[in-house]
């Protein structure tokens, strides 16, 4: 059935007259739109289709986004000179009070304040650009860490429980279900012989050295807004903001942002951690949460680029051994060539590793 979005619209509690609504952006995991208002006095928003098939409880995710987003605001409204309508997302109400629309399709909708003349970027071109990145989350991260009440609804409970994908991974190349182990008994030689490095910061939150805390959880580049003069706005897509420990946003930063190559680069020679990037993510990253954040868990920086990237190769040759069934592939080979990607790059990261411990240990000490 066609979607009649003026109908959805009409069921928010937005300021100003329907005129129209376009596709925007690229995002792979909901479909968003941009809602023009026929006034020229009055703001435009942003409609988003949720994915209810990953993000299954719609009312707890409303939830966990309308507590965030009131706590950044109060956070804002303490500094002096803040911009509440594009220093952080505003969700918009709807009519029945629920923050969501559920039309007849069973599509889940939601909406918030559009961002003016905001841009991001998708790759990082040099140190400053990275430590304005770490700086939005450390931002991100230091402002949520008094955030009151009882801990936030776990949308994708154990997504970066790291021993529990060990554990899944193990159990796949048992089964071997396609009969595909044979030519990647290498890949899996190298994931495993690392496997009990790996599971040791979820046993470390476990026994209580380290602290569960609110997380972003999906900390590519490109979920900074920033203004004309590319000041940091603020951290958008929120769906994944969870808890978990610190560790998991370097962690996936780093993989995403500081990679030299592409996540399914077939030329190897191209992938490498780029150690600048590094440096000037951490650098912002702690000139906001060094004050906020323990011993044990500044320890915990260097190795969650490691642990994000062995993770995520774990990901990828689990679905390929498992006939490709999760990530959408390319080629027959995609997930294969993801793996030994995710592998080079961290083979790159434990060569460099000494040196980014100590880079932590610099910027923690500043």
């Known amino acids: 059935m066609a979607i009649n ?23 792979l995991i909901n479909t968003t739109y941009k809602v023009k208002t026929a006034e020229d006095n009055q703001a435009n928003y942003l409609l988003q289709i949720i994915n209810h098939h990953i993000f299954k409880n719609v009312p707890e995710l409303t939830k966990n986004i309308q507590r965030v987003t009131d706590h950044l605001r109060e956070k804002l409204n303490a500094i002096p000179g803040s911009d509440l309508e594009r220093q952080v997302l505003t969700p918009i109400d709807t009519l029945d009070g629920s923050g969501f629309v559920l039309d007849q399709d069973g599509n889940y909708w939601r909406m918030f304040l559009f961002i003016e003349n905001a841009r991001s970027y998708n790759q990082l071109s040099n140190a400053n650009q990275a430590y304005v990145g770490g700086k939005a ?14 801990p936030l609804y776990p949308v994708l409970p154990d997504f970066h429980n790291t021993e529990m994908r060990i554990l899944n991974f193990i159990e796949r190349v048992k089964q071997n279900p396609v009969g595909r182990l044979e030519s990647v008994q ?14 040791k910061v979820v046993q470390m939150g476990r026994e209580g050295i380290i602290p569960e805390r609110i997380v972003h959880q999906d900390t590519k580049f490109n979920n900074v807004l920033l203004d004309e003069k590319d000041d940091i706005l603020c951290v958008i897509d929120l769906d994944t903001v969870m808890p978990g420990f610190v560790c998991y946003d ?11 190559g ?11 951690m780029n150690i600048e990037l590094f440096e000037g993510f951490i650098k912002g990253f702690l000139e906001e949460t060094k004050e906020v954040l323990t011993p044990a868990e500044i320890n915990t920086l260097a190795f969650g680029a490691k642990l994000l990237t062995y993770e995520q190769a774990v990901r990828f040759l689990d679905d390929y051994i498992d006939g490709d069934n999760y990530y959408k592939v390319n080629a027959p080979d995609h997930n294969l060539v993801r793996t030994r990607a995710q592998i080079k790059l961290l083979k790159s990261m434990e060569e460099q590793f000494d040196q980014m411990e100590a880079i932590v240990k610099k910027y923690a000490a500043n």
């Open 250 to 260: 370097i962690g996936d930063a780093i993989r995403n942002g500081a990679n030299t």
């Open 186 to 199: 290498e890949e899996v030689d190298f994931l495993m012989e690392r496997s009990e490095e790996f599971k």
């Open 262 to 272: 592409l996540e399914d680069d077939r030329d190897l020679d191209n992938v490498s």
């Open 5 to 27: 979005i003026e109908n959805v619209v009409g069921q928010f509690k937005i300021e100003g007259t329907f005129s129209e609504a376009n596709i925007f952006g690229d995002g």
């Open 137 to 150: 989350f450390g931002q991100f991260q230091s402002r949520l860490a008094d955030l009151p009440g009882e």
